[in-house]
C-alpha cells in the first residue's frame, strides 16, 4: 500500500527510468513524497515519466545519462545534488538484454557492450553514489540484477555473467561501507512485462509467460514495490541481500 509521506524529504535517483521498472519505481518514489532524479540516455524518452512523476505528485529532475558515458555519470550525481541538495536513494536500474546466442557463437563486440552496460555503468554510479553517501553519512543503494543472476540462461550468457558479477558487487560493496550507513542491495526480477521483455521474446510474450511457476508475467509495480521496502526504514536491517521477485522462476 502506497504511503504518501514514507521518503518525504528524501532524494532518489533512478537510471534506466525512461520505461518499465525504472518508470514505475520513480513514480512509486514520487507518489511516496521523494524528489526524485530520472536518468536514461536521453531526455526526450524521459518525458512520460517526468509527467507521470508529476501526476503523482512528486518533483522531478530529467537528466540525459549513457551509464557507459563515466563523465555523464558523474555530471549527473553532481546535479542531482545541485539541485535537491543530496542523494539518499540511488535505484542503479539501466541494463540492456544480450542477442540470444551460444557462448562459442556471441561476438566479443555484444560481449564487451553488456558487460559495459550491466556492470561496468553500474559500478561507476556506485562509485559516484557512494562517494556522495560518505559526505553526507549515509543512504541507500539498490541494483537491478536478474533472475538470471544465480541461474544459467541457455543463449544468455554474457547476460547472466553481467547479472552474476553485478549480484557480487552488490555484496562485496554492502560490506565496504556497512559501519558508514550505507546499505546495498539488490532485486532480482523474473520475466516482467517490460519493453525489454517485448524485445528479448521478438514479440512472442507466451514464451516468458510459460517460464513462470505462478503462469504470468511480473508487473513493473511490483518490482518498484519491492525497492522501495528495501530503501525504506523498515528495511534498514537488510544489506548485502539480493531479493528474487520473480514469480519462483530461479527456484
Not at 549527473?76 to 541538495?85: D, K, L
Not at 546466442?101 to 561476438?107: L, N, T
Not at 550491466?118 to 554510479?125: H, Y
Amino acid at each position: 500500500m502506497s504511503r504518501p509521506d514514507r521518503f518525504t524529504g528524501r532524494v532518489a535517483l533512478v537510471t534506466g527510468a525512461a520505461s518499465g521498472i525504472g518508470q514505475a519505481t520513480a513514480v512509486a518514489f514520487a507518489r511516496e513524497g521523494a524528489r526524485v532524479a530520472i536518468l536514461d540516455r536521453t531526455a526526450d524518452a524521459l518525458q512520460p515519466t517526468a509527467e507521470a512523476v508529476r501526476a503523482a505528485g512528486g518533483e522531478g529532475l530529467v537528466l540525459a545519462c549513457d551509464i557507459a558515458r563515466p563523465e555523464q555519470v558523474e555530471a549527473a550525481i553532481a546535479e542531482t545534488v545541485a539541485t535537491f541538495g543530496r542523494l539518499d536513494i540511488a535505484f542503479n536500474n539501466a541494463g540492456i538484454e544480450n542477442v540470444a546466442a551460444p557462448v562459442a557463437e556471441i561476438a566479443l563486440a555484444d560481449w564487451d557492450r553488456i558487460l559495459d552496460i550491466n556492470l561496468r555503468g553500474t559500478f561507476v554510479c556506485m562509485k559516484h553514489e557512494i562517494a556522495q553517501m560518505l559526505r553526507q553519512g549515509g543512504g541507500v543503494i539498490v541494483n537491478t540484477a536478474s533472475g538470471a543472476g544465480i541461474r544459467g540462461v541457455a543463449g544468455g550468457a554474457s547476460y547472466a555473467a553481467s547479472k552474476h558479477a553485478v549480484i557480487g558487487l552488490t555484496k562485496s560493496a554492502a560490506l565496504d561501507y556497512a559501519t558508514a550507513n550505507i546499505r546495498v542491495n539488490a532485486v532480482l526480477p523474473g520475466n516482467i512485462a517490460t519493453p525489454m521483455m517485448d524485445r528479448f521474446t521478438g514479440g512472442d510474450i507466451q514464451k516468458a509467460i510459460d517460464l513462470e511457476p505462478v503462469g504470468r508475467l511480473g508487473r513493473p509495480e511490483e518490482i518498484a514495490e519491492a525497492v522501495l521496502w528495501m530503501s525504506a526504514d523498515l528495511g534498514a536491517f537488510v544489506t548485502g541481500a539480493a531479493i528474487s521477485v520473480d514469480g519462483g522462476w530461479s527456484l
